[in-house]
Structure formats: C-alpha cells, structure tokens
Nanobody, 116 residues
Framework: QVQLVESGGGLVQAGGSLRLSCAAS????????MGWYRQAPGKQRELVAI????????NYADSVKGRFTISRDNAKNTVNLQMNSLKPEDTGVYYC?????????WGQGTQVTVAS
C-alpha cells in the first residue's frame, strides 16, 4: 500500500522560509512526476510546483516562481519544496502528489500559515 507523508509545515512570518518534505512508502513504479499542490480556504486545489522524473524538468505556478524550489531524491522516493520569501497569500494546506503511469497518490496535507 502506497503512503505519502508530508512534513515541515507550520506558522511563519511573512518573508520567512519553510521546507516541506514528502516521503513515499510502499511500492511505486513508473513515476511520471512528483509535485506539490496547495488549497487555500474557499479555493480550489492548485498546482504549486512539479518535477518530472524524465529529465528533471520543473514547472512552477507564476505566483511562486523565484521563491520556491522543488527537488527530489529518487533513491528515497522523496520530494521537497523549499519556500522562501513567504507571503500571506501562500497560506493553505500543501499536498504532495505522485503520478505514475497507472495511478495518482496524495498525502494528507500539511498546513502552512504565513502571518503578515
């Protein structure tokens, strides 16, 4: 059974930094991409950053470009999100997601709150 566990969320002042980590356990094969998504109160879940296993190409939401960096460790099946210069609008629940050729897996989410 595949399980994703996020960590690293918390409360931070605007301008601060947080590092989120997601560890995947269980048998996961043929991963296409790993990513971070967030959902703010009253809003839909949105893509924050994604990294593809083929070529390590990345994509970021326009709102986080230049501030967030996604990285992964293939051997450990982990994906990380370094978040710098945080803004109050970055507040939300952050979810780790892994997409394979046959399934998509989600973590339970970790709360990030940025105080102004």
């Amino acid at each position: 059974q595949v399980q994703l566990v996020e960590s690293g969320g918390g409360l931070v002042q605007a301008g601060g930094s947080l590092r989120l980590s997601c560890a995947a356990s269980g048998s996961i094969f043929s991963i296409l991409n790993m990513g971070w998504y967030r959902q703010a109160p009253g809003k839909q879940r949105e893509l924050v950053a994604i990294i593809r296993t083929s070529g390590d190409s990345t994509n970021y939401a326009d709102s986080v470009k230049g501030r967030f960096t996604i990285s992964r460790d293939n051997a450990k099946n982990t994906v990380n999100l370094q978040m710098n210069s945080l803004k109050p609008e970055d507040t939300g629940v952050y979810y780790c997601g892994i997409v394979t050729t046959s399934a998509a897996y989600w973590g339970q989410g970790t709360q990030v709150t940025v105080a102004s």
